[in-house]
T-cell receptor
Framework: DGGITQSPKYLFRKEGQNVTLSCEQN?????MYWYRQDPGQGLRLIYY???????QKGDIAEGYSVSREKKESFPLTVTSAQKNPTAFYLC????????????FGDGTRLSIL | AQSVTQPDIHITVSEGASLELRCNYS??????LFWYVQSPGQGLQLLLK??????LVQGIKGFEAEFKRSQSSFNLRKPSVHWSDAAEYFC???????????FGKGTRLHILP
């Protein structure tokens, strides 16, 4: 079955360490998104990519980086510059076809040790 | 800039009672509108969407929503809730089909037995 796979489900980071969250989709979708979710804050857009080798900053991009070398993959790196990285991270993708919604992965919960 | 407001952070209803979750958006033209549901520790699942046409849209799990242009609203309804409907619900809006999707901050639904 097609879908979005996020890994790992739980991730722990030490102070000053960079960590990378994986997002893979086999839906052949063009656009991919990363959101951060905090209690009571809804989903806030970190980065998005509408095509391979291109991506744009969202509303809260500081302290994060992404790459889009392949259509199916959109990894997110949480750098040491992100001072409050503890959150639930969701990856989503969307096709280029009209009337199609975003599909979401099951998320990665990142915590600081 | 477009925005989405979900005025109720928490709503509690008894099992079998009717439900209405409110959503208001801010945008001059008719946007694309969505309702998603999220169970704890999971990604988001699309309940229904509105792009054009009939302003009353049917979704999965017995949910429906009505688009009211005059009120800039897209409220979600269900005639009789089940305990399994307890979750967090997000309203979302997109201006263009492949533009960013803006999410509300969510409404957490609690069900009383």
């Amino acid at each position: 079955d097609g879908g979005i796979t996020q890994s790992p489900k739980y991730l722990f980071r030490k102070e000053g360490q960079n960590v990378t969250l994986s997002c893979e989709q086999n839906l052949n979708h063009d656009a991919m998104y990363w959101y951060r979710q905090d209690p009571g804050q809804g989903l806030r857009l970190i980065y998005y990519s509408q095509i391979v080798n291109d991506f744009q900053k969202g509303d809260i991009a500081e302290g994060y980086s992404v790459s889009r070398e392949k259509k199916e993959s959109f990894p997110l790196t949480v750098t040491s510059a992100q001072k409050n990285p503890t959150a639930f991270y969701l990856c989503a993708s969307i096709s280029g076809l009209i009337n199609q919604p975003q599909h979401f992965g099951d998320g990665t919960r990142l915590s600081i040790l | 800039a477009q925005s989405v407001t979900q005025p109720d952070i928490h709503i509690t209803v008894s099992e079998g009672a009717s439900l209405e979750l409110r959503c208001n958006y801010s945008y001059g033209a008719t946007p694309y509108l969505f309702w998603y549901v999220q169970s704890p520790g999971q990604g988001l699942q699309l309940l229904l969407k509105y792009f054009s046409g009939d302003t009353l849209v049917q979704g999965i799990k017995g949910f429906e929503a009505e688009f009211k242009r005059s009120q800039s609203s897209f409220n979600l309804r269900k005639p009789s809730v089940h305990w399994s409907d307890a979750a967090e619900y997000f309203c979302a809006v997109a201006v263009n089909r492949d533009d960013k999707i803006i999410f509300g901050k969510g409404t957490r639904l609690h069900i009383l037995p």
